[in-house]
């Protein structure tokens, strides 16, 4: 098998053939708003590209997926090994042999950076890259952050490569740095999102009974278990079983002097038999330090341990190393694919995403094939909706949906508030521009259209990829910052919730008799009967000057199929 990772060449050697015809392969007249040409960017400066190559059969990789994870299929819950993964999403021979010759006439070192070898890495000096790509490299300034980055407004490459590279990237594509207020979201905005004087939370007679009063004005681990019946009792020597993985990106860091202050206070309890652990991507940390600690990575952290108890929780922090913040979410997929089966998580959350247009379809879409293949090792990946409504996270005049969670690989997780739960109005939803609408909730969707009607005609596509796929409580939640108590609320609470109540779904499975873990959720989740979910059937998520979409019987874009009942 041809593989790359021995290529020696001669940095900047000549290209053997000029003459070869070229194609632009991506070009825009000017950069977005928000950014501005500060000037030509330094010639001898360091360029560091992502080339993404063709896979040799992705549509049988996606076959297989779903014969897995089909709940009424003969091979329900065999997920594949990642050596079978491989060989599907692997690029071809002649893929292979041409973009190394390429490579070698235009004196290019690369490096696969993926488990498949369908990403390569190459670093080049500007001068080099303006040589070998017909491009114009300069320096762009992001004007809201002050960022700069270097990026041309075109480029172009061999016409024989047309059918064996998917892109290169960062080429002209302009995606914001990571930032709770820009195209990245974190799932609430840190200036807005912490509520100090929480009002109430209201409920009525549909409440269970045994849910404490006290979660009428806070939200706890307590209050979440009585809510949804999920079991609280710790069980032993769970060290070696499945574990869960909660990622934090933009410098959002965990403290474990945090949960020792929940841990003593009665009324926020989080009962533990493990710590969390550490894994860092990217240049990431985690120093540990209460002073430090960030309200996105406590919330995720203190939430998912005080659910999923005895679940090994494991938090990856992801650095800023990456040149784009996209390749960011690509490294933790591609670092999970890597594990071992006996350490790899079974239940991956997070809480961040961007505006499914602030990415190009291709980066999008080999994201989300990625998401594929960890899927079919049979991990289950976690999304928050965002808390944009139908607007995303900007104002727009027709509705923007959320990337990763129109991914169809993924688990979408919206937010309902209140104990008698209706849908929280920033919870966003909505229906994917870049992906169809999958097999498995066609039926639900085309029933909630039906009712729709012509409502909203022109606003969304009502062919694509539909999300939330489920939600959680997600107003009120009580989360302990440097030993001080803060109220916050968004699908940032209710997405590493949902995440847990599956890890430990999969741990007590596991401990139980050795079963195989959920992995890829939505085939099994939009085919269990109603009675599972608590459907949330009044609220909305509006946005784009409309009151957006709202919540009825069954499936719907705010609080997708509801909240799940343990």
């Not at 300069?138 to 960022?147: E, K, L, N, V």
């Not at 390749?327 to 790899?344: A, K, M």
């Not at 079974?346 to 961040?352: A, R």
Request: hydrophobic share 40%.
């Amino acid at each position: 098998m041809f593989v790359f990772g021995a290529i020696f060449v001669i940095a900047g050697a000549m290209p053997l053939d000029r003459r070869r015809a070229t194609l632009v392969r991506d070009k825009r007249d000017s950069p977005p708003a928000g950014f501005v040409k500060v000037g030509d960017a330094p010639p001898s400066q360091e360029l560091p590209l992502r080339i993404a190559l063709k896979s040799k059969n992705l549509a049988g990789l996606e076959s297989e997926l779903y014969n897995v994870s089909d709940p009424n299929g003969p091979r329900y819950r065999q997920w594949m090994s990642a050596e079978m993964v491989r060989e599907y999403a692997m690029p071809e021979q002649d893929t292979l042999s041409a973009v190394n010759n390429w490579l070698l006439e235009n004196g290019i070192l690369a490096a696969p950076i993926s488990p498949a070898g369908d990403m390569l890495q190459i670093n080049m000096s500007v001068a080099h890259a303006n040589e070998v790509f017909d491009a114009n490299f300069a320096t762009y300034q992001h004007t809201d952050s002050g960022t700069d980055m270097v990026r041309t407004l075109q480029y172009s490459l061999p016409a024989a490569l047309k059918d064996h590279v998917e892109w290169i990237h960062p080429t002209t594509i302009f995606t914001p740095p990571i930032s709770s207020n820009t195209a990245l979201f974190s799932s609430f905005d840190l200036t807005h999102r912490v509520e100090r004087d929480t009002e109430p939370i209201r409920r009525d007679s549909h409440v269970p009974s045994d849910v404490p009063a006290s979660c009428d004005t806070t939200i706890t681990p307590a209050c979440l278990q009585a809510m949804y019946h999920i079991p609280s009792a710790l069980i032993q020597n769970a060290g070696n079983l499945s574990g869960m993985a909660v990622t934090g990106f933009n410098d959002q860091f965990a403290s474990t002097g945090d949960l020792d202050v929940r841990s003593s206070s009665p009324a926020v309890q989080v009962a533990r038999s493990l710590p969390f652990q550490t894994q860092a991507l990217d240049g990431g940390d985690n120093p540990d330090d209460p002073t430090q600690a960030g309200l996105e990575a406590s919330l995720d952290i203190q939430y998912a341990m005080g659910i999923a108890t005895s679940v090994p929780v494991v938090f990856i922090s992801v650095g800023s190393e990456a040149s784009d913040s996209a390749f960011g979410f690509l490294d933790v997929i591609n670092s999970l694919i890597n594990e071992s089966p006996t350490t790899r998580p079974s239940v991956v959350t997070t809480s961040y995403g961007f505006n499914e247009d602030g990415l190009p379809f291709g980066v999008a879409n080999s994201l989300c094939n990625a998401y594929m293949q960890l899927s079919a090792l049979g991990t289950s990946i976690v999304f928050s909706s965002g808390d944009g409504g139908v607007s995303g996270t900007n104002l727009r005049t027709t509705f923007v949906p959320t990337f990763p969670s129109t991914c169809p690989y993924v688990t979408s997780v919206g937010a309902t508030q209140n104990i008698a739960e209706t849908a929280a109005d920033f919870s966003s939803g909505g229906f994917s521009n870049y992906f169809p609408v999958p097999a498995y909730q066609s039926a639900h969707v085309a029933s909630y259209l039906n009712a729709l009607g012509d409502t909203y005609t022109g606003l969304f596509n009502n062919s694509g990829r539909a999300f939330p796929d489920v939600s959680y409580q997600g107003v009120g939640y009580q989360v302990v910052i440097n030993g001080t108590m803060n109220s916050v609320f968004g699908t940032s609470a209710s997405t590493p919730v949902f995440a847990a109540t599956i890890a430990l779904f999969n741990l007590l499975n596991e401990e139980a008799n050795s079963g195989a873990p959920l992995g890829f959720l939505n085939p099994l989740l939009y085919s269990i009967n109603n009675t599972v979910f608590n459907d949330i059937t009044t609220g909305s998520n509006p946005g784009c000057h409309t009151s957006g979409f709202h919540a009825t019987t069954g499936w719907d874009p705010v609080t997708g199929l509801g909240t799940l009942d343990f």
